[in-house]
């Protein structure tokens, strides 16, 4: 899992004083970008010099509390699925004073040349990335016991 805390600015909230909900799609962005961060170069150098994509292809939202002007979340990543060529993301947002959950997104992206616009398999130390921070599931109590 990977961490970013991150201020809620003015800009972001609406007439009530909390966060416009289409705003946490663009928290869960860059909390994407510093997800890649330990890759040479980043995010940027990802799309800019290697020009591979991460484009979107669905994204889910649920909302739980509301989160306030001056407020922080801490966005925490981490990965729920891994594939040839797609991931999906988890970004769970929680109000960094009280630990309250406000809003957790699953965002699943696709790997893609961003000169032929077509989905192509993932780097490896993409794969390495998202593999280290992909969520293990849990055995229910009692699997793999006997009868």
């Known amino acids: 899992m990977v961490s970013l805390d991150r201020p809620i600015k003015f800009e972001d909230v ?68 891994l594939g040839r060529r797609s991931a999906t993301f988890r970004y769970r947002m929680v109000r960094a004073h009280d630990g309250v959950l406000s809003a957790e997104l699953r965002h699943t992206v696709v790997t893609t040349d961003l000169v032929q616009l077509v989905s192509v398999p993932m780097p490896d130390d993409v794969r390495a990335l998202l593999s280290a921070h992909l969520e293990r599931e849990q055995a229910p109590a009692g699997a793999g016991q006997q009868a």
């Open 14 to 81: 609406d007439a009530a004083n909390i966060v416009f909900f289409a705003r946490f799609l663009s928290y869960a962005h860059e909390a994407m970008e510093r997800f890649f961060a330990p890759l040479e170069g980043g995010y940027a150098r990802l799309i800019l010099e290697r020009r591979i994509g991460l484009p979107a292809v669905r994204v889910e939202a649920d909302y739980a509390a509301p989160a306030r002007y001056g407020e922080t979340l801490r966005i925490e990543t981490s990965v729920v699925h």
